[in-house]
């Protein structure tokens, strides 16, 4: 499981260093794509594999799955930790959560998000003002 956030900068070669205690669930391989909130979500190569498959599962006829699943799984790219634990992150990744320098790491489960700086502490503090709200719709869904 992955919990916890982080603050990294992103190198001149387009490198973020993952957290030490993520990378031994990403030692055999994660892939990188867009996330929803415009942020990039890895997955380790297991987990993938499930969301891929869900994904696939979605019915063809139906235009907003075939977005869905266009838009996740176009953008994916297989990758690997280099040996100081870091992951490269494409142009085209970056362009689209518009990451420039500093990121937020961030474990949410099953996946890991990597936010603009900036674009975190902004999503962090509309959560904090509007909290109680969001719990009372949380609770709609059964939780």
């Not at 362009?95 to 937020?104: H, P, R, S």
């Not at 790491?105 to 700086?117: H, L």
Request: charged letters at 30%.
């Amino acid at each position: 499981m992955f919990i916890g956030e982080y603050s990294h900068s992103i190198d001149d070669k387009s490198r973020v260093a993952i957290p030490i205690k993520f990378r031994n669930k990403l030692a055999d391989g994660c892939v990188v794509t867009r996330g929803l909130d415009n942020c990039l979500w890895i997955y380790p190569a297991s987990e993938w594999e499930k969301i891929a498959s869900g994904v696939a599962e979605l019915p063809i006829t139906s235009k907003n799955a075939r977005s869905f699943s266009r838009f996740i799984l176009s953008g994916a790219v297989d990758t690997k930790l280099d040996k100081v634990g870091r992951v490269n992150l494409p142009a085209y990744l970056k362009e689209y959560a518009g990451i420039k320098n500093k990121v937020t790491v961030c474990g949410v489960y099953n996946r890991i998000e990597i936010w603009p700086e900036d674009s975190w502490n902004n999503f962090k503090k509309t959560m904090e003002d509007s909290s109680d709200e969001v719990a009372e719709k949380i609770e709609e869904l059964g939780f």
